[in-house]
Every structure is written in C-alpha cells, then in structure tokens.
C-alpha cells in the first residue's frame, strides 16, 4: 500500500475541488478508505486509476481521430 491521502491532499494532488471527490465517492468513480470519519485514498491505487483513464482516453480519441478537429 502507498502513501495514504486525505480528501484535501487527493483534491490538491488531482487539482480538483474537494466536492468533486466527494461526487466520485458517491458514484463510485473512485474509492477509498473511511477510517473513522476520514476517506483515505491509496496513492498507488489513485495513480493506477489515472493510468487506466488515460489509456481509456487515448482510446477514443485514436478511435475518432477527427473529432474535435476543425
């Protein structure tokens, strides 16, 4: 397991508000660990999950290479 995060760390280190990651709680785009009262987010895993989104990302911009383009 990495370097645990808070829900203020992971909000600053994505560049996101914190609602936002309270959102993607909810929805579960994302998880975490409640310890207490406090998420805890897993850096290793965060950045695995970044990695797969930009992988997904590339995906479909490779697969319309012209959208978007004018």
Not at 25 to 35: A, M, N, P, R
Not at 44 to 65: C, G, Y
């Amino acid at each position: 397991m990495g370097k645990l995060m808070d829900v203020n760390e992971l909000a600053a280190y994505l560049k996101l508000d914190k609602q936002t990651i309270y959102n993607w709680l909810h929805k579960k785009k994302i998880s975490g660990i409640k310890v207490g009262r406090v998420w805890r987010f897993d850096k290793d895993e965060i950045d695995a999950w970044l990695k797969t989104r930009m992988v997904l990302a590339e995906q479909e911009f490779n697969s319309h290479p012209d959208k978007g383009r004018k």
